[in-house]
């Protein structure tokens, strides 16, 4: 008779990689700008602070999950039953760069979602947009090479799981603490409400162990076609970082 949670087991099941504790970092924010601000601003400034928002953002917190329950007790017990589901906002938060690109932007974004000197608001479609929440981890089983040139190649990082949240926009911009005290680095907290979300794995299949024998190379161009996709094709991607 097997004994339980035998160390060897746990050792095995790590090794795979697949099972493997994810770590906490690594993630990627995709975000979208809403179609108010693509007809206020420039398209080069939009890319560019779109791209900042990825590389500045420190820390993110996911959405929870929860149902809505009713009660009825007519006599006895109690029982509870499922009335629909309901989900938390999210939280990014940004490092301040010195020219305050992050706040000006969400800041514009909150003026032209419900402007404060005319006491207006815009249309729904207007100001909410999609964002995603990428996790990467290391160690694909499969090595990446850069060209055809490239003899060796590496394994690269991945997109194991992706939170995308539908109809998004921000509706809280967090204070900012300024003192005489010891110098450190300025955040910002940003919350999100959003309509739902959806969570999907990406390529489970090529975070199985394997040994480098038996490990394929690749070019970039090669991924798209020749390695195995997954249930959400739009964020299937690998990085050499």
Do not use: C
Not at 55 to 65: E, G, I, K, L
Not at 69 to 89: D, I, K, L, P, Y
Not at 178 to 193: A, H, K, P, S, W
Not at 194 to 213: C, G, H, I, M, N
Request: charged share 20%; aromatic share 12%.
């Amino acid at each position: 008779m097997g004994s339980p949670n035998r160390f060897n087991t746990f050792r095995d099941l790590v090794a795979t990689n697949a099972l493997a504790p994810v770590t906490s970092n690594l993630f990627q924010i995709i975000m979208n700008p809403p179609p108010i601000l693509w007809a206020t601003e420039k398209e080069n400034n939009l890319r560019n602070t779109f791209s900042n928002i990825n590389y500045f953002a420190s820390t993110v917190t996911t959405p929870s999950r929860a149902l809505t329950t009713g009660e009825v007790n007519n006599f006895g017990m109690m029982r509870r039953f499922v009335t629909g589901q309901t989900n938390s906002e999210i939280t990014i938060s940004f490092l301040v760069t010195k020219d305050m690109q992050h706040r000006a932007f969400f800041e514009h974004w909150l003026n032209m979602a419900a402007s404060d000197s005319d006491n207006t608001v815009a249309f729904y479609d207007d100001y909410v947009s999609d964002i995603q929440i990428v996790k990467w981890e290391h160690g694909a089983n499969f090595k990446l090479k850069r060209d055809r040139k490239d003899k060796h190649g590496l394994n690269p990082m991945q997109a194991t799981g992706v939170w995308k949240m539908f109809g998004a926009f921000p509706v809280n911009i967090s204070t900012m603490n300024f003192d005489n005290e010891q110098t450190g680095l300025l955040q910002m907290d940003i919350q999100f409400y959003f309509e739902r979300y959806r969570f999907d794995q990406v390529s489970p299949a090529t975070l199985k162990a394997k040994r480098l024998s038996r490990q394929n190379s690749f070019t970039f161009d090669e991924v798209r076609t020749r390695v195995k996709g997954s249930g959400n094709p739009d964020v299937q991607r690998y990085s050499l970082g």
